[in-house]
């Protein structure tokens, strides 16, 4: 009943998304899975709170979806080396060493500290919106000329350390939900931030197919559940106290908006 529930599910989002999902028909999930989960902080989990104390400042949370994946369908083994701030580069000098051949599924979310999100925001945040859109323009502009080859370089270490193993690329929610009254960044400030989170999404999109990885895109199950929009969020504010969790999925994100997408493209 639970995996035919799953397979509406599934085939709901992609008769949704025009076939959103970059799929190479992923093989189900099955107790001998050996699961490694890499990439930057949402896939870690940083925003969702309950943080295992052997990850330290790489803040892994128990609510992140690779957990709860591990904990719904109970593969063989699990190991989440996702890490806070986690770069193409710092993926393959510091993650990779969890894959080995007997490796049989890998998430990873990479990419958009390459293009210096976290800076982008601040600069949003404490600037006027010529100096955001000039920022997020840069990124952009990094984004075009340097992110493919970057995520080629990372999606080629995965597949020589794991060379069996199917691969789910996982993308980024778009920030905000435009055309609604909402305090704080002007509309041309948030409507350029969503520009560039689609174009990066994009790219890894295309990068993940040419590959022959999955690709698990979180953009559409987010609807309504964006900032600015009048549903609950699933991304945190801008957070004073506490600036690390900033535009970050809340615990209720990673279980309703990241989990549910990367169940039905793993199987």
């Known amino acids: 009943m639970r995996r035919s529930r799953l397979a509406t599910l599934a085939l709901s989002l992609v008769t949704a998304l025009g076939a959103t999902f970059t799929l190479a028909a992923p ?11 890499l990439g930057d902080s949402y896939s870690s ?13 790489c803040q892994r949370s128990s609510n992140a979806y690779p957990a709860l994946y591990a904990t719904n369908v109970r593969p063989a083994s699990y190991r989440s080396v996702a890490c806070s701030g986690a770069t193409t580069a710092s993926v393959i000098s510091s993650q990779l060493g969890a894959l080995s051949a007997t490796t049989t599924l890998v998430s990873v979310s990479v990419g958009g500290n390459d293009v210096g999100f976290a800076n982008i925001m601040t600069t949003c945040v404490l600037y006027g919106t010529t100096e955001c859109v000039a920022a997020v323009q840069g990124a952009e502009n990094k984004a075009r000329a340097d992110l493919a080859n970057l995520l080629n370089g990372v999606y080629n270490g995965i597949r020589t350390r794991a060379p069996s193993a199917r691969v789910v690329v996982v993308g980024y929610p778009v920030f905000y939900q435009l055309g609604t009254t909402c305090v704080g960044l002007s509309a041309t400030s948030r409507a350029k931030i969503n520009e560039a989170i689609n174009l990066v999404d994009d790219i890894i999109r295309s990068a993940a197919g040419a590959a022959g990885f999955a690709f698990a895109d979180v953009r559409s199950q987010f609807v309504g559940h964006q900032l600015c929009s009048y549903g609950e969020k699933w991304l945190h504010a801008l957070n004073f106290t506490n600036l690390g ?4 999925p809340t615990a209720a994100g990673q279980s309703g908006g990241y989990y ?7 199987g």
């Open 27 to 37: 093989a189900q999930a099955a107790p001998s899975d050996h699961y490694v989960a």
């Open 260 to 266: 549910p997408v990367f169940r039905s493209v793993a």
């Open 45 to 57: 989990g940083v925003g969702a709170g309950s943080y295992t104390a052997e990850s330290g400042s």
């Open 245 to 248: 969790i900033s535009y970050h």
